[in-house]
């Protein structure tokens, strides 16, 4: 089971994740701090899992979030 999976059975932490990965005035996340006082740029990997979590319960298929809201649904070649 994926990272992602798991976040999006769990609401409280997905929500939880959501509301503390959010980018600080440079632009980087403000929870993903290295002891050194490294930041990750946001969006950072815990928030793009988060998001795409949150696209899953929403009904999107797993594999399918790409990170763009509202994608065409003729998205698949065919
Ligand atoms: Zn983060």
Redesign the pocket.
């Known amino acids: 089971m994926s990272l992602v999976a798991v976040l999006a059975e769990m609401p409280d932490l997905l929500e939880r994740t959501l509301s503390?990965?959010v980018p600080d005035d440079r632009g980087n996340?403000?929870?993903?701090r290295g002891p050194s006082g490294v930041t990750?740029t946001?969006p950072?990997?815990?928030?793009k899992v988060a998001a795409e979590a949150q696209d899953l319960r929403a009904g999107g298929l797993p594999g399918t979030y790409r990170g763009a809201r509202h994608r065409p649904l003729r998205a698949v070649a065919g």
Request: charged letters at 25%; glycine letters at 0%; one cysteine or more.
């Open positions: 503390q990965h996340c403000r929870e993903c990750a946001w950072c990997l815990m928030r």
